[in-house]
């Protein structure tokens, strides 16, 4: 299979362009930070979030020191794996679009849920998908983490709405003396898949140096990753019924049927994916006083890839066909060369991107303590080059298109404070947050999608959006065995500067400059927890929850047929109302917990068909879904030393209801279809995880884990009924291995294999098959 990466090594070193970019002029910079949840099960080693902040929220984690020994981590959200509930939709290594998934929430809903990084937002609140709405995972590598910890529901006033699936809180440390360290990650994947296969690999080198001076503190980290990834798509055609006459045969169609059951043909794959990436970053901190410090940190990521087509197809002399004029024979049906040759394409990406915080915070050895965070992410380039022309030239230039990203991003501003009572029975937290999110992507036609510059504009997509905010939550222990905390967050948000430009086949433009609009909400929480002994104890929590419409959702092109048509600008907030009873049991060497919860969406953000005036007939676009009630149980168990000394058993399982209860706006595209009753879209009704790791001593760990996911609908009819293709989404099994040495102090080695039985599956992607990993790893 052919691949190209017209970049070849990385061209601009991040560490050169992070020092050419501290002398310039940075973005505004406002801010938003995160913190954590309440007596959540806490693992071995530092703090927890939730600890720390004391906020009501059932909270699961892991420490660096155990991804270490049970993970195959090559990206940060690797380490996220084996927690309960969470799936993270990374299709191969490198991967830039890889959405968190909750108990209630899909992989298409990256807006559903919050990731921070040491109060730095790295959710992409632009759009609520899996593309360009995914987490920013890339500014964080797993060597920089202290520990991870991810809360369930919208049940602290300190986070927004968008909390209602989870809120990821990573840790990173800083060094106490001076350190250095370098790892090497390698791994292959053999890939096949109708008949068509190829060997994968990929690498990644991280260093990492730091260290402590008196009072000021730097850490800097480095990271490269290079990848080749499976085909994210398959080029499919209907299945023809036309005669074939006397067109010319062409052979290496694979029969099969798409995710409704109807036939279809396979002609080859689409974006087979060559990554180079670069990360670098450096956090420097400083001890004004023994009670507060100052921080800033700043990243650097850079990204060129190259995208091409496969067709499994060939004509009579054997050669590769990739369609052309008239019509083809494929298996004695008539089929169209020219639609044929619009599937093939090729595309390249070259993005850069920039990450900065400045805070200011007390140590917490007082009754009061303050802290003030202001952080910016800022998309620096962002271009997406595509051919347009036919294949196999096109591959080597010609017309296409010009995607430009650059200049959108994200501010934030949090200003926090707490007081703590001096019989430690009451914690009164409080705080003040602003953010604001730009969009701008507009796209040009091009002569040469290589090389060439900006031609005809042919669509445009800006706005912005802005959030102020007022919260305040106090946690007060009425008696020695019961707390409540109770909250509320004040939210008023608003669009504006919306535009929307696009043209039609004819060549009619279309120029839309949309309305403002505004929304204000109060958002009340509410946690009694009862500590009925040293092991057992029993947590309601209710919390309702604003989500506002990204500027993505809000400011969306949307085609219908020749030409494009913005809508809805006037999205509504979807409420959310959750609750959670938990019961849990921890000891010194085992924890078990079992959680009932129940959550209610109205006007509920969901892409389905409807009509849009003017046009008749039905598209697909985001729109307000009346209600869904997503509902379920979540049992959690952990045991430390179990039959055996060193043995550890970690495992989950979560069943969840999720249904459409109302839906007005939905239009059918299948006779006798309805949404209401059917499963809420990307929400399976099982999942569950399963960890055993053996530590002989010191020096060596064995680990054998599974993951476990059913099926799941992408459509809100449920009319995807065949889940086991492309654009499906099937039930899997997956079981992972890992091993790890010791050597010394400063040497561990490390080996492992993820999807041991070579499950193929597709999560609408085909995802990774067996893939084997080998590690190196020196610390000074």
Known sequence: MKRMNKHGSPLRPAVAAMIAYMGAAASPAFAQTAENSLPAVTVEG????????????????VTAAQAADTVNAVNVEDTLKYLPSVLVRKRYIGDTNAPIATRTTGINAGARSLIYADGILLSTLINNNNGNGSPQWFMVSPEEIERIDVMYGPFS???????????????????????????VVGSTEHYDRYGAGESLPATQTAINLGNRSGALSWRFSANHVDSFSQPMTYLTVNQSTAAAGAAPAVTGAVADRNRSGGAIQVLGAGNLTHTLQDTAKIKLAYDLSPALTLAYTLGYWQNMATANSQTFLTDSAGRPYYGGVGSVNIGGNAYNAATIASLFSSNSVDQERWMQSLSLKTKDRGAWSWEAIATNFYYGKDL?????????????????????????????????????????????????????????????????????????????????????????QDAWQWTPSVTATIGGRFEHWRAFDGYNFSTASSGAAFAVNQPSVARSGFSPK?????????????????????????????????????????????????????????????TADSRLRVSLFEERVFDALIA?????????????????????????IELVGQRRDALIKGLELTGSVTYVDARITANSTYVPTVAGA?????????????????????????????????????????????????????????????????VTYRVDRHWRVAGGVDNIGNKQYFLFHPFPERTIFAELKYDY
């Open 46 to 61: 530092s703090r927890s979030a939730a600890d720390r902040n004391q906020l009501p929220a059932t909270t699961e984690s």
């Open 157 to 183: 006033a300190m986070y927004p709405g968008n909390s209602y699936g989870a809120v990821t809180e990573i840790t990173t440390r800083m060094p106490k003396q001076f350190e250095a360290g370098v790892k």
């Open 384 to 472: 997406t080059r595509t051919s347009t022309g036919l294949y196999p030239n096109a591959q080597s230039g010609g017309a296409g298109t010009i995607s430009d990203a650059s200049g959108t991003g994200w501010s934030t501003l949090d200003l926090k404070g707490a007081w703590r009572a001096p019989s430690a029975t009451q914690m009164v937290s409080f705080g003040a947050h602003v953010d604001q999110f730009t969009l701008r992507n507009p796209t040009y036609s091009t002569a040469d999608w290589i090389s060439g510059g900006n031609g005809a504009l042919i669509s445009d997509s800006r706005g912005k959006t802005q959030t102020d905010a007022l919260w305040a």
């Open 526 to 586: 509410l946690s009694i927890a009862w500590q009925a002994d040293d092991a057992w104890s029993l947590t309601g929590s209710f919390g309702k929850a604003l989500r506002f419409p990204t500027v993505g959702e809000l400011y969306q092109n949307v085609q219908t047929g020749t030409t494009f048509t913005q809508a809805n600008p006037f999205l509504k907030p979807e409420r959310v109302l959750s609750s959670e009873l938990a019961l849990a049991r921890n």
């Open 608 to 632: 389905q068909t409807s009509t849009i005036p003017g046009f008749a007939t039905p598209v697909s676009f985001t729109q307000n879904v009346d209600a869904t009630r997503q509902r379920g």
């Open 674 to 738: 309805t949404s209401v009753g059917k499963r809420t879209p990307y929400v399976p009704e099982w999942r569950a995880t399963a960890v055993a790791t053996y530590r002989l001593d010191e020096r060596w760990a064995y680990t054998l884990a599974a993951r476990y996911s059913g099926r799941m609908y992408a459509t809100v009819d449920n009319t995807d009924t065949n889940p086991g293709t492309y654009q499906g989404f099937e039930s899997y099994v997956v079981a992972d291995a890992r």
